[in-house]
């Protein structure tokens, strides 16, 4: 039997913490995110005061500058927005936003788009082709067209975005997960688990799905960069999340329009924060490709 | 090869309609245009008239075949807002988009494939790691957010470029364009930069793996044996064969770019397809909608088709694959 070309295989643990530590840079990626997840999820205790609670807000204090002091007492870090809003808390909480959506967009479209593409290669045959024509059809549209049509037919909601952004992504997954399988389906232990007539949703999940990981996993961290990306650009075209739950993206679109005046700080300091996010994760994604899917190309 | 290329027409126009009815579906969804067609002061049978007119009456399926005989004949119906053809006024701000996304293309070319190149060519050198971190904080960087950092410096700070508008134009062919004149140059740079920052990091990313894999080759090493500079190894014999994957991905990508000049395009207020379908999904204007997308369609089939021909000609590997 020719041998079949092996890839790494993903196993978290200190050694693999180790090896991916020797690059800094991307450890220096992975701190950050660390820093960004803590600092979004107590994004309540850590900011100065409660930006959507109109009550705190004093319209005195409106396009203050970086450093100056609010007439609640704190010092607006990185000055604060028209209406008197503390820029900092207002960051924190549409990390928050971000962060939920774009993580929680990219788990639901990993998992919809390996359970496919896993099935269809196993299934083979006639199915797989019609499967797999299903998601060139996906591929083929233009992402961000796909996701602002679906915002204009369903309307704003973090729901909404969520939904599209899944719709626009399981595909790649698919495809990649249906690449790996067809490769670990000519191996021996699928022969052996077929031979033990082993039950199929068992093979799949649990013998086939843990050898197709890296390629995954790689996969699964660039996407949640442009899950975020992908939700900002709609929230700052004005048909992402509504104006109750603003993320990043719909910070920036709303400090866009002060910056051409010279208040640059309403506008600058998400998208410093939206940047350092998304860079952060594709150093951590680059890296992952680095050691576990060494061979493919970036993308 | 005939026979084949024929299955694969057929296939596209098969994805076309798939295309077709998924739009007309999803037309249908978005609920019915009545109520934003109709004055505060229409009367029932006002209402009666013009659903009869736009053919709301008749069955869907009947609807569906009068919608196909639209898009055959390019007749989506009537702009709402702008009371054009919907049609006309999607093609009469294509040129406008087009040069801009080609201008994109055409800059991630020039700067991608030369910084590959260096990159891949000594993958250990601080120069190539800067360039390689360089790509992933271009890839990192969203299109929109570029956009307003450009305008920033370069228009508001230093008033060095335009930031809005199209500049004046030239007639070529009975069709304006910007790039024949000076003053629509410089209002196409930050646009076009503002656009390809993100295809000059994938290029360059794609370029310098092509050029590590292609260092271990025999030729190379034989090339190298010969003594021949760096300079003539790269620029003649890596270069042919890295560009195959290059120019398909480009190619393909060309769409993706076409689609994503939408949000450029808002930025900018440049007065193309994606300034106009933006402000239609605002303004719900149907016909419009409608007849950007079926464009959007038929663009993204004609291009795959092509890639796919003109790639089995290229490489016999794949035809005789295939047959």
Same mark, same amino acid.
């Given at each position: 039997m020719p041998a079949i070309p092996r890839s790494a295989k993903f196993r978290p643990g200190l050694q693999f913490l180790r090896q991916f530590s020797r690059s800094p840079l991307a450890l220096i990626g992975l701190v950050l995110i660390t820093l960004i997840v803590l600092l979004a999820f107590f994004a309540l205790v850590l900011s100065?005061?409660? +930006?959507?609670?109109?009550?705190?807000?004093?319209?005195? /204090? @409106?396009?203050? +500058? +970086?450093g100056s002091e609010a007439s609640a007492g704190f010092t607006f870090l990185f000055g604060s927005d028209?209406? @008197?809003? /503390?820029m900092l808390s207002a960051i924190l909480h549409g990390l928050r936003i971000s962060l939920i959506v774009g993580l929680g967009s990219a788990a639901i479209a990993f998992v919809i788009g390996t359970a496919f593409g896993l099935t269809a290669a196993y299934v083979g045959g006639k199915v797989e082709t019609a499967m797999m024509r299903i998601v060139d059809l996906q591929l083929s549209f233009p992402t961000i067209l796909s996701a602002l049509l679906i915002l204009a037919l369903l309307g704003k909601s973090v729901g909404n975005v969520v939904f599209a952004i899944v719709l626009v992504e399981w595909a790649t997954y698919a495809r990649t997960a249906r690449g790996a399988a067809l490769t670990e389906l000519r191996r021996e232990y699928v022969e052996a688990a077929r031979s033990l007539r082993l039950p199929h949703r068992n093979i799949l999940f649990r013998q086939l799905l843990p050898n197709c990981l890296s390629p995954l996993v790689v996969l699964l961290t660039m996407q949640v960069a442009r899950a975020i990306t992908l939700e900002a650009t709609l929230s700052f075209l @004005?048909?992402?999340? +509504?104006v109750t739950e603003p993320s990043l993206g719909l910070l920036i679109s709303s400090g866009y329009e002060f910056m051409l005046s010279g208040t640059y700080w309403i506008a600058l300091f998400p998208g410093i924060a939206l940047l350092v996010t998304i860079f952060a994760i594709n150093l951590v994604g680059d890296r992952l490709r680095q050691l576990l899917d060494p061979k493919a190309a970036p993308k | 090869m005939t026979l084949w290329i024929i299955q694969r027409l057929l296939q596209a126009i098969l994805v076309a309609l798939a295309m077709a009815v998924i739009v007309f579906v999803g037309l249908h969804l978005i609920g019915s245009p009545i109520e934003t067609l109709? =004055? !505060?002061? !229409?009367t029932h049978e006002d209402r009666l008239r013009l659903i009869a007119d736009l053919g709301l009456d008749r069955p869907l399926y009947e609807q569906f075949f009068l919608f196909l005989k639209g898009v055959l004949q390019g007749n989506l119906g009537i702009s709402y %807002?702008?009371?054009?053809p919907a049609v006309e006024l999607i093609l009469s701000r294509l040129p406008a988009t087009l040069e801009l996304a080609l201008a994109a293309v055409l800059l991630s070319l020039v700067f991608g494939v030369p910084l590959g190149l260096m990159a891949g060519w000594k993958p250990e050198s601080a120069f190539s790691r800067v360039i390689m971190i360089g790509s992933i904080f271009g890839f990192s960087l969203p299109i929109f957010w570029i956009a307003i950092l450009l305008i920033m410096i370069f *228009? %508001?700070?230093?008033?060095?470029? =335009? *930031?809005s508008g199209r500049g004046a134009t030239q007639t070529l062919f009975g069709i304006p364009w910007s790039f024949v004149t000076l003053d629509g140059l410089r209002h196409m740079v930050l646009p076009a930069i503002g656009l390809s920052l993100f295809n000059i990091s994938m290029v360059t990313r794609l370029t310098e793996a092509g050029v590590r894999e292609a260092m271990s080759s025999e030729y190379v090493r034989f090339a190298k044996a010969k003594g021949l500079s760096p300079r003539r190894i790269l620029s003649v014999h890596v270069l042919k064969n890295v560009m195959i994957p290059v120019v398909t991905v480009v190619g393909l990508d060309i769409g993706q770019t076409i689609a994503f000049s939408v949000v450029t395009e808002t930025i900018f207020a440049w007065p193309g397809v994606g300034k106009i379908i933006i402000d239609s999904i605002g303004a719900l204007d149907r016909p419009v909608i409608v007849a950007y997308l079926m464009l959007v369609v038929i663009m993204f089939v004609i291009i795959n088709l092509v890639v796919d021909v003109i790639y089995r000609l290229l490489d016999p590997r794949i035809r005789l694959q295939g047959e």
């Amino acid at each position: 039997m020719p041998a079949i070309p092996r890839s790494a295989k993903f196993r978290p643990g200190l050694q693999f913490l180790r090896q991916f530590s020797r690059s800094p840079l991307a450890l220096i990626g992975l701190v950050l995110i660390t820093l960004i997840v803590l600092l979004a999820f107590f994004a309540l205790v850590l900011s100065p005061q409660n +930006p959507y609670d109109l009550m705190q807000l004093d319209i005195m /204090d @409106g396009r203050m +500058p +970086p450093g100056s002091e609010a007439s609640a007492g704190f010092t607006f870090l990185f000055g604060s927005d028209n209406q @008197g809003r /503390d820029m900092l808390s207002a960051i924190l909480h549409g990390l928050r936003i971000s962060l939920i959506v774009g993580l929680g967009s990219a788990a639901i479209a990993f998992v919809i788009g390996t359970a496919f593409g896993l099935t269809a290669a196993y299934v083979g045959g006639k199915v797989e082709t019609a499967m797999m024509r299903i998601v060139d059809l996906q591929l083929s549209f233009p992402t961000i067209l796909s996701a602002l049509l679906i915002l204009a037919l369903l309307g704003k909601s973090v729901g909404n975005v969520v939904f599209a952004i899944v719709l626009v992504e399981w595909a790649t997954y698919a495809r990649t997960a249906r690449g790996a399988a067809l490769t670990e389906l000519r191996r021996e232990y699928v022969e052996a688990a077929r031979s033990l007539r082993l039950p199929h949703r068992n093979i799949l999940f649990r013998q086939l799905l843990p050898n197709c990981l890296s390629p995954l996993v790689v996969l699964l961290t660039m996407q949640v960069a442009r899950a975020i990306t992908l939700e900002a650009t709609l929230s700052f075209l @004005g048909l992402g999340v +509504p104006v109750t739950e603003p993320s990043l993206g719909l910070l920036i679109s709303s400090g866009y329009e002060f910056m051409l005046s010279g208040t640059y700080w309403i506008a600058l300091f998400p998208g410093i924060a939206l940047l350092v996010t998304i860079f952060a994760i594709n150093l951590v994604g680059d890296r992952l490709r680095q050691l576990l899917d060494p061979k493919a190309a970036p993308k | 090869m005939t026979l084949w290329i024929i299955q694969r027409l057929l296939q596209a126009i098969l994805v076309a309609l798939a295309m077709a009815v998924i739009v007309f579906v999803g037309l249908h969804l978005i609920g019915s245009p009545i109520e934003t067609l109709l =004055p !505060a002061e !229409a009367t029932h049978e006002d209402r009666l008239r013009l659903i009869a007119d736009l053919g709301l009456d008749r069955p869907l399926y009947e609807q569906f075949f009068l919608f196909l005989k639209g898009v055959l004949q390019g007749n989506l119906g009537i702009s709402y %807002v702008y009371k054009e053809p919907a049609v006309e006024l999607i093609l009469s701000r294509l040129p406008a988009t087009l040069e801009l996304a080609l201008a994109a293309v055409l800059l991630s070319l020039v700067f991608g494939v030369p910084l590959g190149l260096m990159a891949g060519w000594k993958p250990e050198s601080a120069f190539s790691r800067v360039i390689m971190i360089g790509s992933i904080f271009g890839f990192s960087l969203p299109i929109f957010w570029i956009a307003i950092l450009l305008i920033m410096i370069f *228009s %508001v700070q230093l008033g060095w470029l =335009p *930031s809005s508008g199209r500049g004046a134009t030239q007639t070529l062919f009975g069709i304006p364009w910007s790039f024949v004149t000076l003053d629509g140059l410089r209002h196409m740079v930050l646009p076009a930069i503002g656009l390809s920052l993100f295809n000059i990091s994938m290029v360059t990313r794609l370029t310098e793996a092509g050029v590590r894999e292609a260092m271990s080759s025999e030729y190379v090493r034989f090339a190298k044996a010969k003594g021949l500079s760096p300079r003539r190894i790269l620029s003649v014999h890596v270069l042919k064969n890295v560009m195959i994957p290059v120019v398909t991905v480009v190619g393909l990508d060309i769409g993706q770019t076409i689609a994503f000049s939408v949000v450029t395009e808002t930025i900018f207020a440049w007065p193309g397809v994606g300034k106009i379908i933006i402000d239609s999904i605002g303004a719900l204007d149907r016909p419009v909608i409608v007849a950007y997308l079926m464009l959007v369609v038929i663009m993204f089939v004609i291009i795959n088709l092509v890639v796919d021909v003109i790639y089995r000609l290229l490489d016999p590997r794949i035809r005789l694959q295939g047959e």
